[in-house]
């Protein structure tokens, strides 16, 4: 089937006449569609229908905003089982996670819809008589946004959700191994009475649709979560345009484990955090961090539980693993495995790319684990989005916080300890933008802020009550009412 972009309200073909197909990770032959591999001429006319849905958009009363993400949210919810198989067979990822996913979406609907009724300014007393001092949020005005193919639904409405609920217009670059699902939470929000114009879905490669929409001169934010090294270009445009831009990129999330701690809970956080959606989430950790006293027995029990795991398709209620996104993925991951054996770390479990039987259809990769990791060598350093776990032995506690913040990322971490002075030094001396205490680094709560330091970020933090931060402006707003000209700073 050929799908469309979704522009002004209306689902057009674009402007290129050109296409690409999505395939689930899975099993290729099974095809979830054709998109249009869209150029700057699409980015033009969503561009210019949010431009011009802007002004009566902003004017709706942010509660009636409110009412209609309560709508999406309702729809979200009757179509969740429906939305997360369609994601599981686009991206991967196995079903009860593809739920979460979906369910990620349906708590941001209802909780920033319940913003609508907030938005709170300040007021504050002026210096003069007879003078009111207040503040007001104002949308920002057009927002690009630009979101990965990891958390399909999730990402998109932690963005898309905040800046329609701020009074803003949206046009939306979904990523190009995930056009599906954002076809779908499309056609949700344009069930769910959706005013024209208010969010417009481009599909397209980076290139050709991110570059042009993050340079576009009516584009006023850019929302993005994604590479580092695609972020960083991302900033530069708006640098240049002196625009707002939210950046949410990569992670080498640490757990650390205390001789103190309880090594079997540990375990399941680890085995959870580690390859869960398959190591591909920005919050997976990628670096385990153990104390000396445990170190042996705590990797002896979890390389005994990665062996079990079953790699499979996600739609299977038996897998624990699904494929990785695709071929490059796969074949990136499998790069990094061999630098990890020829810069000497120990190749305890896993390492090779799973291709018996059913999983030849596919794209999958065996959970692995390394022992003996030193921050020297790459693995411990880069980013791999995928299921590879690099283990480095602490001396103590001070030492494992210095291998945890010996990384230039900055998103989640954990630490598992029953020490209560050791954790509370953690959650000040963890340079992260989350701290878990004795629970994994993935699973964040929507009403929380989200985020990073280093260059993970680039100091925003989306979900939350920070969400309306990043998709509002400050209004100040004096008024006087004295019926002279008063002069603030006490001039007479
Ligand atoms: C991401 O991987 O980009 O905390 C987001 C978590 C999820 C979101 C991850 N709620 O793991």
Known sequence: MLFKNYINGEW?????????TSFNPADTSDELGEFPASDARDVERAVEAADRAFREWSRVPAPKRGELLFEIGERLKRHKEELAQIMTREMGKVLKEARGDVQEAIDMAYYIGAEGRRLFGHTTPSELPNKHCLSMRRPVGRVGVITPWNFPIAIPAWKIFPAILAGNTVVWKPATDTPRCAYELVKILEASGLPKGVVNLVFGGGNDVGIPLAKHPKIDMISFT???????????????????????????????????????LAIEGILWSAFGTTGQRCTA?????????VYEKLLEKLVDRTKKLRLGNGLDPATDVGPVVNRSAQEKIARYVELGVKEGAKLLCGGRIAKDGALAKGFFFEPTIFADVTPEMTIFREEIFGPVLSVCKAKDYDDAIRLANHTSFGLSSSIYTQDINKAHRAMEEIEAGITYINSGTIGAEVHLPFGGVKETGNGGRESGWTAIEEYTEWKTIYVDFSGRLQKAQGID
């Open 226 to 264: 994604g590479s580092t090294e695609t972020g960083r270009a991302i900033y530069q445009y708006g640098a240049a345009k002196l625009i707002r831009v939210h950046l949410e990129m990569g992670g080498k999330n640490p757990i650390i484990v205390l001789e103190d701690a309880d090594l079997d």
């Open 12 to 20: 057009v073909d674009s402007a290129t006449g050109k296409t690409f």
């Open 285 to 293: 950790c990628s670096r385990l961090i153990v104390e000396d006293g």
